[in-house]
């Protein structure tokens, strides 16, 4: 699999390899196809954050523009996508439209400063628990949001949270339309028969076209695009820089911060499907920057938070698309659309968005691994239900930030209870010369005491060190830490290792260290402990035995570090 260089588009690797008329025929027939899914999916994202389906369209066009154009990756697919749906609509609601255009321009830079500051990979190490949990809580939302224009209800304000749509559903459910029914179930119908007969039909837009059809050919009197967003406008909006102060800034960082997040997740999980399809690796920190870049010019575009899409990305791949060209031209195509059918999406029954969006809420719920997770652990189990229980109930950001903080806390758990403190009176196993593990066994003298530290040594479980120490009925004079098989040591560590040699030192104890690694003396040498080991560093425990032996044998030394009962 070929990797990309760091801060180069994969654009322009791909024009530096060759480009071909060939390749460039099937790439344009690639954006063509990736056009046609992503017209219906742009307009009902945008509906769904609460927001008219120009700002979708426009988003696609932007965004989906610069991230092909600037990303790291050679056939990913950008635009909106349900990940943002939730904190669009948060936004919106909490600071209109212009709150979402500053929120969106900030999660570009701090896209932007992620990318160059190399922190890709530290999206990898989201528990994936997490993410399926606030995913599969995102997918509850969505539908649960799309409940009212699939049962044509005419209530005008729905509250934002889940307890109380569906309280409002409840309370309004005798003005169910049994036209708005009608159109949402043959919707959801096209499309499974559409994806059932041929993953190649564009099962969306068939169903849309033939729902609206039905509609108009019918007169039914259900709501559309037209009556609910009179006036749309045609054409590209012109850019405009939105007025920035810094209590708006302060207020929207978090939500910035949000939107940054899911940005990241899902290009970088769409990127990596992508890798796998087509056998070139991309570069996840130029991906950010792309992101970046697209989120901002969305913004000011007027447009919505973007990322890349994997439903999309995939159906680039399966069409051919092999270079970013196959993404520019599906926005091009879409841009097109702006400019010339506009008036069409007028005839739209809201009632078909909805079906497509149920069905996009039933794709991201992933059940399949949210119940292989549920079976895998209790802590895993633990925090998926969790995430997804604040993702639904209580807020995104909240979900996120305890998913991921309990999660850890979890794991800190685990690590301390894999942490091992055990002293040797005998052994039977022990480390050579050249490091590995000898079968004979070795004579500890009675004034040597050996502790063998297994697992890292963190704040976590650092005091559990200490207490070993303390459960010794007399100091030896020589006490020997074995420390091949402590791989890790943070600055809770670090100062128990200090606490270690002060108590020592007060007991007259001399200390050896055995077979210490490069990442526990790199700390050790940075807090300048070495300086006042008053001990000794053994390369393996061979050395230390014989160190030990000789210092024994040392009258200067037994008189300096005489018993301490005497």
Known sequence: MKNTSTFIPALLTCLKEGYTLKQFRIDIIAGITVAIVALPLAMAMAVASGASPDKGLVTAVVAGFFISFLGGSRVQIGGPTGAFVVVIFD????????????????????????????????????????????????????????????????????????????????????????????????????????????????????????VSLVAFIANLPVETIGSRFPNLPTGLPMPVWPELSFETIRELIPSACTIAFLAGIEALLSAVVADGMIGHKHSLNQELIGQGVANIASGIFGGLPATGAIARTATNVKAGGRTPIAGIAHAVFLLVFLYTAMDILAFIPMAALAAVLFMVSWGMSDVKHFTQIAKISPSDRTILFLTFALTVLVDLTVAIGVGVTFASLLFMRHMSRSLEIKRHYKTSEYESQDGDIGNENVDIPDDVIVLQINGPLFFGVATEFCDKLNTLEEMPRILILRMRFMPYLDASGESSIENIIKVCREHHTFVIFSAMRSQPRTILEKAGVHKNLDGALAVDFDHALAMAKELLNDPEFMKKHQDPKA
């Not at 990898?124 to 997490?130: D, Q």
């Not at 809580?137 to 569906?166: E, H, M, R, Y």
């Not at 036209?179 to 994806?195: D, E, M, Q």
């Open 91 to 210: 936004v919106i609601t909490r600071f209109g439209f212009d709150g979402l255009i500053i929120a969106s321009i900030m999660a570009g830079m701090i896209l932007i400063v992620s990318g160059y500051a190399k922190l890709g990979k530290l999206i990898k190490f989201i528990p994936y628990p997490v993410i399926t949990g606030f995913t599969s809580g995102i997918a509850v939302i969505i539908a649960s949001s799309q409940i009212k224009d699939f049962l044509g209800l005419t209530v005008k304000n729905v509250p934002a949270d889940f307890i109380g749509q569906w309280s409002c559903y409840f309370a309004h459910v005798n003005e169910t339309s049994i036209y708005a029914v009608a159109l949402g179930v043959l919707g959801f119908a096209l499309i499974a028969i559409c994806k059932k007969i041929s993953p190649q039909i564009p099962s969306y837009l068939v169903s849309i076209i033939a």
